[in-house]
């Protein structure tokens, strides 16, 4: 009797532990019992489960009459599989499929297959013609999102900012999709992304621009690493028109060094031009766009539709002179004035957050993906940081960024203040940052001092 009690104390103690460790750490649990179990039942169930969700194809001519020799019926033929091999959050299958099947199918068969396999999701990604990725995730890896591990090697201008629900990270590059539009309500989790996108490139050897018209309450944080920051819209629209030069000394900076000397290589854009003579990109942070665009006489009209154009003019033009822009906002459509639309199709990369209705998710991510769309305004308020992030090539996905207090990002910003180039057509913008003295002394009160700024 004592030695069943044993036993049974110890199967009560291990079914504890294993409870504990799948909600403490379920990458380990997915490992022990997740990834064979779910294993097992996709090897023992995969033909049963293809045919019932109508993933199978009638057997071949030659199979139905060796199956009639043998006085069987022939069975179908789901499509050829590879073994499941783990990943960090889950297992993916290589399939081929068979004649007449689409990636379609099976993202249509893809909830059918999440519940017969047991598993959190499944995502479909076609790998080249005939050949397809089917990807099971184990848990909702969304639940608790972690920063980046420091060995994943991104290039300049790309940093991974939040993890896709398929359990890759969304990497943020810059040179592939140049500007970006970012939608998202009150504590929806805008800030936090914005926060990410910041600290990643304050540790890059890039100049970073601020707009922010509300006083600038929300940028101010990170003035020490930021080249130019505008807090009024009178400001904002000087800040622009200084760009705008920026942009055009750099493109005859192209002009006249592309083609010249023997080894010289015809360029169309910045990237192209020798190291030493190449100039450091610009990213331009808007924040909360409408309030830049707010207009209650005909003079704030005029400089609003001025403001508008140059934004136009930075988003069509600015990729190749390396200025790039992150638009940011509650809102976003053709009430902020004149070519607003036009500046929104610009804006290739888009992420939207919890929304307050559904016309602003349509202004993020309406044109591009539909569906997309709709899944903005399913984002529960109870998980802030979650959105769906969508490009100019139809594609979406879910994403959640890891959390960010304002107090380690500022920190960021202020360790790598080091950093922050020389652009003399935005030195007038620099912001005033108050520098502490390294040894205070403890008789007489310490006193900010200010770095001047040209007026």
Request: charge should be positive; glycine fraction near 8%.
């Amino acid at each position: 009797m004592s030695e069943a009690l044993w036993v049974l104390m110890l199967l009560l103690l291990a079914v504890t532990v294993l409870l504990v460790v799948r909600r403490r750490l379920p990458v380990l649990f997915w490992w022990l019992v997740g990834y064979p179990a779910v294993t097992l039942r996709v090897l023992c169930s995969y033909r049963a489960t293809m045919d019932a969700c109508g993933l199978t194809v009638p057997a071949s001519a030659v199979r139905r009459a060796t199956a009639r020799m043998m006085g069987r019926q022939a069975a179908p033929v789901p499509p050829r599989r590879s073994l499941p091999r783990p990943t960090g959050s889950g297992l993916v299958m290589r399939l081929r499929m068979a004649t007449g099947q689409a990636p379609e199918d099976f993202t249509a068969a893809a909830d059918r297959l999440r519940h017969a396999w047991g598993a959190h999701a499944v995502h479909v990604r076609p790998t080249k013609p005939g050949r397809l990725e089917l990807r099971l995730v184990g848990w909702d890896v969304l639940a608790d999102v972690r920063p980046a591990r420091r060995w994943m090697r991104t290039g300049p201008l790309s940093l991974p900012l939040a993890l896709r629900e398929d359990g890759h990270w969304h990497v943020r590059d810059f040179r592939a999709v140049p500007h970006e539009l970012i939608l998202g309500a009150t504590q929806s989790g805008k800030s936090v992304y914005l926060r990410n996108l910041l600290c990643g490139l304050a540790r890059q050897p890039v100049a970073l621009v601020g707009i922010d018209c509300k006083w600038g309450v929300e940028l101010a944080p990170f003035a020490p690493r930021l080249s130019a920051l505008a807090d009024t819209s009178d400001r904002a629209n000087d800040l622009l028109d200084a760009l705008v030069e920026e942009m055009e000394a750099r493109f005859r900076l192209i002009g006249v060094t592309g083609g010249t000397g023997p080894d010289a290589v015809l360029t169309s854009d910045v990237w192209g031009l020798p190291e030493k003579l190449r100039p450091v990109p610009v990213v331009v942070v808007v924040d909360e766009v409408a309030e830049l665009f707010l207009a209650a006489s005909k003079d704030d009209e005029k400089r609003r539709d001025a403001m508008v154009t140059k934004l136009i003019r930075l988003a069509q033009l600015g990729r190749a002179a390396g200025i790039y822009l992150e638009v940011c906002g509650q809102r976003f459509g053709a009430e902020l004035g004149k070519g607003a639309t036009m500046l929104r199709a610009q804006l290739t990369g888009r992420v939207c957050h919890r929304v307050n209705d559904e016309t602003s998710a349509n202004m993020a991510l309406g044109d591009i993906a539909p569906e997309a769309a709709l899944a903005a305004t399913s984002i529960p308020a109870e998980r802030p940081g979650v959105a769906v992030v969508g490009d100019s090539s139809g594609g979406w996905s879910r994403i959640r960024s890891p959390h960010l207090t304002l107090d380690d990002a500022a920190a960021v910003c202020r360790d790598t203040s080091g950093l922050v180039p020389e652009l003399p057509r935005l030195d007038s913008f620099r912001p005033i940052v108050a520098v502490k003295p390294s040894v205070p002394s403890p008789a007489t009160p310490a006193v900010p001092t200010a770095r001047p700024v040209a007026e």
